[in-house]
């Protein structure tokens, strides 16, 4: 059995071929190929290579197959009879990575065959055929006279606000100006 160890955001995995690693996200769209270069160990049929830190010129070669968030995580920090309680929650990103080969050249490496889109027709203003508007059937016409008379009936059962009362002004013993509605006035009285 053939598997690495490779170290990818300062932590260390165990790479199998044909197998997954969940490591912390890395850019690229699902996928995409990713080259890991930091292999630190490699077994390959009972014959143990150690680096010396990194082991050059055999990279593992992975495709991403997905973006996702890990479990989510409480912090809840109490400090006794000071009132301090602070709660806050993390997610942390995560990408998923297939092992597809390890070591060797990028040409041995299997690229997923591109999808063939298909390619619109385009055709010359000239030869494009010009559609009569449609008819309108006798049930399409009997139905908007009633939902015009609907929104008439609607528009009359509608009241509109009142009008507000003029304002007046009254001037009292000491000179100054007093302004009351007509509304408060009435009250008063």
């Known amino acids: 059995m053939k598997y690495a160890i490779v170290e990818s955001g300062g932590k260390r995995y165990k790479a199998v071929e044909g ?3 969940e490591v912390d996200r890395l850019p690229g769209d699902p996928g995409a190929q990713v080259k890991l270069e930091q292999v630190l160990l490699l077994v390959d049929e009972g014959i143990i290579t150690v680096g010396a830190p990194v082991i050059k010129d055999t990279p ?5 197959l997905e973006h996702f968030k890990g479990e ?10 000071k009132r ?3 709660k806050t929650g993390h997610r942390q990103n995560y990408t998923r990575l297939r092992v597809e080969q390890i070591g060797g050249g990028e040409l041995l490496v299997k690229e997923p065959e591109p999808k063939v889109e298909k390619k619109a027709k385009i055709v010359a203003p000239d030869k494009v055929e010009k559609k009569a508007p449609a008819k309108k059937t006798p049930a399409k016409q009997a139905t908007k006279p009633a939902v015009a008379a609907k929104k008439t009936a609607e528009k009359k059962t509608t009241t509109k606000p009142a009008a507000k009362k003029p304002t007046t002004t009254k ?6 100006k007093k302004t009351t509605s ?3 006035t009435a009250e008063k009285k």
């Not at 593992?60 to 991403?64: D, E, L, P, S």
């Not at 989510?72 to 009879?81: A, D, E, L, Q, R």
């Not at 001037?171 to 100054?176: A, E, P």
């Open 84 to 86: 301090i309680r602070v």
């Open 19 to 21: 197998g997954t690693l």
């Open 182 to 184: 007509a509304k408060k």
């Open 60 to 64: 593992i070669w992975t495709r991403v």
């Open 72 to 81: 989510k995580v409480t912090i809840f920090n109490y400090s006794p009879k």
């Open 171 to 176: 001037t009292t013993t000491s000179g100054t």
